[in-house]
């Protein structure tokens, strides 16, 4: 398995400005992606954050938006730029790492945004 | 068409009955897995059990197990002896190579 921790676990911020949320894994992981959860919904990727080389993006996010940088094996951010109410989620960092039966992907415990 | 269905978007069990939370997927892959995560209010999303498409036996994790009927697609969780810390949304989900799959998830409400 994997452990990941996230900071801040928690922010409230004003429209307008940016947010970079930290991600650190205890090992060395290859795959590590971001997701947002708005309230009430299920996870939405945002991008695969690829380490060497810049973020692959899902379809309806952004890197101007949705900055990400991996610089190693074990970190990542995320930033959220230029925030609405409309960014207010719990954005999630996760790995693939080996599990007791197979690969299997493992969640950081989350960022919990509010944007004012 | 969606690739993973929930089709409980809320349930409720008695505290130390059992229950059941349902899944189908779609895929033509021959090769995929299957995984359930709880997320609790707190927002974590914690792994709880995980079903290859080629294994013949139904996942056990505990007081969980995986209900896999490969022919009707379906990847059910069952819960025995509910407990009211079981109470969370239960998000099911797939993997295809690469990419993963989840689900509209399914809030349970243990009851005492």
Redesign the interface.
């Known amino acids: 398995?994997a452990v990941i921790s996230q900071k801040p676990s928690r922010d409230i911020c004003q429209r307008g400005t940016s947010l970079t949320i930290q991600c650190q894994v205890d090992s060395q992981v290859t795959?590590m992606?971001w997701y947002r959860?708005q309230p009430g919904?299920?996870?939405t990727?945002i991008a695969t954050a690829n380490q060497g080389s810049e973020a692959t993006y899902e379809s309806g996010f952004v890197i101007d938006k949705f900055p990400i940088s991996r610089p190693n094996l074990t970190f990542s951010t995320l930033t959220v730029s230029n925030m609405s109410p409309e960014d207010s989620s719990?954005y999630?960092c996760?790995v693939v790492a080996s599990?007791r039966?197979?690969d299997?992907?493992?969640?950081?415990?989350?960022t919990?945004l509010t944007v004012l | 068409a969606q690739k993973i269905t929930q089709t409980q978007p809320g349930m409720f069990v008695q505290e130390k009955e059992a229950v059941t939370l349902d899944c189908t997927y779609d895929t033509s892959d021959q090769s995929y897995g299957l995984f359930w995560y709880k997320q609790p209010s707190s927002g974590e999303m914690i792994f709880l059990i995980y079903q290859g498409s080629y294994d013949e036996q139904n996942a056990t994790e505990g007081r969980y197990s995986l209900n896999f009927q490969k022919a009707r697609k379906s990847a059910n969780l069952v819960i025995s002896a509910s407990q009211l810390g079981d109470s969370a949304m239960y998000f099911c989900a797939m993997r295809e190579g690469n990419q993963f799959y989840f689900g509209t998830g399914t809030s349970l409400t243990v009851i005492p």
Do not use: D
């Open positions: 398995s795959m992606f959860q919904q299920s996870l990727l719990i999630l996760s599990g039966v197979t299997t992907q493992y969640f950081g415990p989350g919990r």
